[in-house]
């Protein structure tokens, strides 16, 4: 297995052991890796794990909330204070997945399990984006800037739907396609995705 690099003393401690569960746990299956693996992998003390995340179960879910927070934090942020925002989202999206792919795959395999670690954490962090997102169209709304029919979860599948299946599929589009999607492909999907959400949410009346 791939260890860090030689200047790895030089990043914190508790940086290496996130960025080391990630690989770990997206490399195997969550029961089959071992705390030793990850400090291991991480150059560091196992007892570091107790110390910052108390257990295996706290690393992962920390693991997650790391990578998912910028996306939710744009929910509290100024991105989507317009329709145009969508696209950015979705630029973001792409960009943060693009450096994990893997994840979408791993979210969807937890949240498949009847019970497992991760899972009331994943639902918890999604009905928090959720909640967030409700609250945005109804700002949009009630600004005229989208149509006043809008249903937030239906947005909500649409944007989720379109983010989340070309990283899932990301493989067998790419042989289909016969090339990378790379970052310049992606940002012409996050623009083309982008004008198809901002097309159904026209005002009725313009």
């Keep these: 297995m791939d260890t860090l690099p030689a200047h790895s003393a030089e990043i914190?401690?508790?940086?290496?052991?996130?960025?080391?569960a990630l690989d770990c746990f997206l490399a195997d299956e969550y029961h089959h890796v071992t705390t030793r693996l990850i400090a291991e992998k991480a150059d560091a003390n196992i007892a570091m794990i107790r110390y910052y995340f108390g257990n295996k179960e706290g690393l992962y879910e920390e693991m997650i909330r790391e990578t998912l927070n910028p996306l939710l934090d744009v929910l509290d942020g100024q991105m989507l204070n317009s329709p145009q925002g969508l696209t950015d989202f979705l630029r973001l999206y792409y960009h943060t997945m693009s450096q994990h792919p893997e994840f979408p795959k791993l979210i969807l395999k937890v949240l498949a399990l009847n019970h497992g670690p991760g899972k009331r954490f994943i639902q918890q962090l999604l009905e928090r984006g959720r909640t967030r997102a409700s609250r945005k169209v109804d700002t949009l709304k009630a600004a005229g800037q989208i149509d006043a029919t809008t249903d937030p979860d239906i947005l909500r599948m649409a944007f989720v739907s379109l983010a989340m299946t070309p990283m899932l599929l990301k493989?067998?589009?790419?042989?289909?396609?016969?090339?990378?999607?790379?970052?310049?492909?992606?940002?012409?999907?996050?623009?083309?995705?982008?004008?198809?959400?901002?097309?159904?949410?026209?005002?009725?009346n313009t």
């Design 12 to 20: 914190p401690v508790r940086e290496r052991l996130l960025k080391a």
């Design 171 to 204: 493989g067998i589009f790419e042989q289909q396609l016969g090339r990378e999607m790379d970052a310049d492909f992606l940002e012409t999907l996050a623009q083309f995705n982008g004008r198809l959400l901002l097309t159904g949410l026209i005002p009725c």
